[in-house]
């Protein structure tokens, strides 16, 4: 049995990564994060309700990704959960976020970056070490960030070497800075919390898969999906999603669903929405030839 964890899985593209993972494999039992712990126990029963057979393959699991206090209990519910097996997830999928046209650069970076950190030192012990996956859902607004930094500060990001104190130190040095006029005084474009925190778990992806070399460790953009993160955009565009290109939750898990069970080439690399490989310094259309660089 391949056990999952999925984060932020009480809804949309969460939610869609554990149906197709429920659907698509058959080996499989998922652990459902929600940081609500009542409105995962309803995205789970609607899964039942569709799927009674799945009544036995999914579990919930309270996990608020920004408290240490709350991935730890989750790490330890899922170890009781499942008896004397030492290491029994075969992968992690770090989808919770928040923050898309958010102002609060705190908040935004201890979700998406300090948050994808917390769960992955808290779990890794738990991954099956011959075959496990850690994929990270970020998106394109992290390598649309790199770009329009400098190139000092490009090279940063894109740095193999990187260690966890110096992107660390790097967020501290963030959380300092006061406007949009400091973050371009140092080199990080307009500041923006959103494209800040993913180019920053990019990053970390970077340096985890080089600190675990027998996983697979991968990062990946859903797409521009219709969830309560991008319907207020459309929203404030007087538009339909539809009418923006953004498409529903079942598309944004295609990636995630690769880098979970198909077969990457290497790992600490970044795919787009088509789960092709990309760069993390630019913006890669879906459809175009697949990056090929070194990082």
């Known amino acids: 049995m391949r056990r999952i964890l999925v984060t932020g899985a009480n809804k949309g593209i969460g939610l869609a990564i554990v149906t197709a993972i429920l659907d698509e494999h058959d080996d499989t039992f998922v652990f459902l994060g929600s940081r609500d712990p009542g409105r995962g126990r309803d995205a789970r029963q609607g899964l039942i309700d569709e799927h009674p057979g799945w009544s036995d393959r999914v579990e919930v699991v309270e996990l608020d990704v920004s408290s240490d206090a709350s991935v730890a209990a989750a790490a330890k519910q899922v170890a009781a959960s499942t008896g004397d097996d030492a290491t029994p997830l075969y992968g992690v999928v770090n989808n919770a976020g928040i923050g898309l046209g958010a102002s609060d650069r705190r908040a935004v970076l201890e979700v998406n970056t300090l948050g994808v950190r917390r769960v992955c030192e808290a779990f890794l012990p738990l991954v099956r070490p011959a075959d496990g996956r850690i994929v990270n859902v970020t998106s394109a607004a992290g390598p649309n960030f790199v770009h329009a930094c400098s190139p000092e500060r490009q090279r940063f990001f894109l ?80 538009k339909e999603p539809e009418d923006l290109g953004m498409k529903p939750p079942s598309a944004g898990a295609r990636a995630p669903m690769f880098l979970l069970f198909g077969e990457p080439e290497g790992s600490g690399r970044y795919y787009g929405s088509d789960a092709e490989r990309s760069p993390l310094d630019r913006y890669r259309s879906p459809g175009d030839p697949p990056y090929t660089g070194e990082t």
Do not use: M
């Open 159 to 238: 740095d193999p070497t990187v260690t966890w104190p110096q992107l660390k130190a790097f967020i501290d040095e963030c959380l300092s800075l006061d406007d949009a006029a400091a973050f371009e005084a140092a080199g990080l474009g307009d500041g923006a919390a959103y494209g800040l925190s993913k180019a920053c778990a990019n990053t970390y992806t970077l340096l985890l898969a080089r600190e675990h070399p027998g996983l697979r460790i991968n990062a990946c953009t859903p797409g521009f999906i219709e969830t309560d993160l991008t319907r207020p955009y459309a929203e404030s565009q007087h």
